[in-house]
């Protein structure tokens, strides 16, 4: 297996530090091949401008339509470039970051908003009366697998369906169902750490150990069943879910994974 691991965050010695490098250790222990992208030790550039698109920037600016202009022209920049490549290198992707309001740390949120480019995340396959582009379980990066490593700082009670945060899926969903699975990743249940800033000796031995058994069991985990854009269950070119289709009781979010 062959191991991305995107770490976002600034300090070291921080509980997601130490999951990042037991990650690394474990998985190479065990035989795998593995990559790190330390978004803060890289100094990662989080803002898109101009500048990412070199001679195929337009004035003026116009993301989507430069970005893909770059992609094909191979003129993106060196950084993004070699960011793009890790990701087809690998076959998974682990995302290590702490819940910082209510979503990804803004650096790397800048690496999505300037990896995910147009023509490589989106804005490939045909749109037509059968299909709206490759997207939502195909794509680029189709074939690959992602898993949300997350560290909360609020007890579980918080984020469970009647907590006053909201459930930790419906707060990770714009991530795993939006970025993830929108260029074709299949995206396996999230590995979440509640209560951390509270977290003792005790508690920390016990975290290490389920995160441990968690990387030993990526292989054989079964994704998030996600629908798929482009095989019935939505109207083209709607997108709309079909009638019929909802699970009882269930709406939001919810309405689209299967079973």
Not at 135 to 152: N, Y
Not at 169 to 193: A, C, K, N, S
Not at 208 to 229: D, G, M, N, Y
Not at 240 to 259: A, D, K, N, W, Y
Request: no cysteine; net charge negative.
């Amino acid at each position: 297996m062959k191991t991305l691991i995107v770490h976002a965050h600034p300090e070291p010695r921080s509980l997601n530090g130490s999951l990042k490098d037991r990650a690394v250790a474990t998985l190479e222990s065990d035989g795998h091949e593995v990559r790190v992208s330390d978004l803060y030790a890289m100094n990662w550039k989080a803002v898109v401008d101009a500048k990412d698109y070199g001679p195929d920037a337009s004035d003026p600016l116009r993301v989507v339509r430069d970005s893909g202009r770059a992609f094909d022209a191979g003129t993106l920049t060196a950084d993004v470039r070699a960011e793009q490549e890790k990701l087809l290198w690998a076959d998974t992707i682990i995302f290590q970051f702490p819940l910082w309001w209510y979503t990804m740390p803004a650096i790397l949120k800048g690496w999505v908003d300037r990896v995910f480019t147009s023509h490589f995340a989106y804005g490939v396959g045909e749109h037509s009366d059968v299909g709206y582009g490759e997207r939502f379980g195909e794509g680029t990066l189709a074939g690959r697998r992602a898993l949300l490593s997350v560290t909360v700082g609020g007890p579980e009670p918080h984020y469970a369906a009647r907590g006053i945060n909201g459930p930790i899926d419906d707060l990770l969903f714009p991530i795993q169902h939006g970025i993830l699975y929108y260029p074709g990743i299949e995206v396996l249940p999230p590995f979440v750490l509640y209560g951390v800033d509270r977290m003792t000796g005790e508690g920390y031995e016990a975290a290490v150990k389920a995160w441990e058994e968690r990387l030993r069991t990526l292989e054989s985990t079964e994704p998030i069943a996600f629908r798929r854009q482009n095989f019935g269950d939505y109207e083209i070119p709607s997108l709309r879910l079909r009638e019929g289709l909802e699970p009882e009781g269930r709406t939001g979010f919810g309405l689209h994974v299967r079973g």
